[in-house]
Each structure stands twice: as C-alpha cells, then as structure tokens.
C-alpha cells in the first residue's frame, strides 16, 4: 500500500556528513508529519527530527544545531542532513511518516532502516 524506502546510510568519520533520504510511494492522498529515528545497538528507538506538511521542524536536543531536516512534497521525500557527527550518532536511521491513504485511511508507516556508523 504505502512503501518508504531510505537511502544514504554508510561509515564517515567523526566530524563528517552524510545525508539521509527517504521517499515515499503508494496509495498516497497526503504525507502528513514526516520524521527520522534511531535505535543504537541495545537501546531504544528514538526521535531524531519530524517535520511538519508545512514545513516546521522540531529536533532532538542531541542534534539540534547539527542535523536538519527537510522535504520535498512534489517529490514526496524527507532529507537528514548530518554535520558533526559523533560516534554516539551511529545507529539505524528510520524513516516514519504519517499517511494518508487515497482509501480514507491514515496510517503510520516505517522505512526499513539504514546504517549510520561513525567511526575512525
């Protein structure tokens, strides 16, 4: 029904960047709030960022001031934009969005996850 799939995962170095996308398809009528999480090995998920249809952020203390995130409506796609990372900032990355279907439904929605490792 309604798929998200993330790309741009990998291994940087401390103090490095990488960008996160993630684009969404299916029996789309709207994307409402868009987001990303984390889960470190042996911890919980965790909100990283969540952005608004309208475009309003809001961010983990954690990140502020180094990560950001945005979208793309036309192109139904969410970006995590990651400067200074640290090695506490490997983990998975997850995609989530709340949608709402062409069938009347709205729905919550998973990516299947992608690696972020931080190491030298």
């Known amino acids: 029904q309604v798929q998200l799939v993330e790309s741009g995962g990998g291994l940087v170095q401390p103090g490095g960047s990488l960008r996160l996308s993630c684009t969404t398809s299916g029996i789309i009528f709207r994307i409402n709030v868009m987001g990303w999480y984390r889960q470190a090995q042996g911890k919980e998920r965790e909100l990283v960022a969540v952005i608004t249809s309208g475009g309003s952020p809001d961010y983990a203390d954690s990140v502020k001031d180094r990560f950001t995130i945005s979208r793309d409506n036309a192109k139904n796609t969410v970006y995590l934009q990651m400067h200074s990372l640290k090695p506490e900032d490997t983990a998975v990355y997850y995609c989530?969005?709340?949608?709402?279907?062409?069938?009347?439904?709205?729905?919550?929605?998973w990516g299947q996850g992608t690696q972020v490792t931080v190491s030298s």
């Open positions: 989530n969005a709340w949608v709402t279907t062409t069938l009347g439904t709205t729905n919550n929605y």
